[in-house]
């Protein structure tokens, strides 16, 4: 069994910064990627940023140069530093782990529970 759990989230004020976490725990030989989606109120979730197996990162254009994706690969955990946060933040947070190797199976999706991110204007 692999369960993701994120921590890090709260209320900010606009230009402010919070830092949210990620630890996948279980029997896992290998994540290939983990990445943070977020989903706002009435709206689709949506895919922040995303860091592979080889450390390559991938951003959503409207948090490009203000988040910064992070993995530990040892202790399967990543982080999602944001800078100058903006109302339009706001949203329900997501680690997600895809193509994970767990003794005798492969596990496509693995999602955590969502840690809410509050930025008041």
């Known amino acids: 069994q692999v369960q993701l759990v994120e921590s890090g989230g709260g209320l900010v004020q606009a230009g402010g910064s919070l830092r949210l976490s990620c630890s996948a725990s279980g029997s896992i030989f290998r994540i290939n990627a983990m990445d943070w989606y977020r989903q706002a109120p009435g709206k689709q979730r949506e895919l922040v940023a995303a860091?592979?197996?080889?450390?390559?990162?991938n951003y959503a254009d409207s948090v490009k140069g203000r988040f910064t994706i992070s993995r530990d690969f040892a202790k399967n955990t990543v982080s999602l530093q944001m800078n100058s946060l903006k109302p339009e933040d706001t949203a329900v947070y997501y680690c997600?782990?895809?193509?994970?190797?767990?003794?005798?199976?492969?596990?496509?999706?693995?999602w955590g529970q969502g840690t809410q991110v509050t930025v008041s204007s």
């Open positions: 997600n782990a895809k193509g994970v190797y767990v003794p005798g199976n492969f596990i496509h999706d693995y």
């Open positions: 860091i592979t197996s080889g450390g390559s990162t």
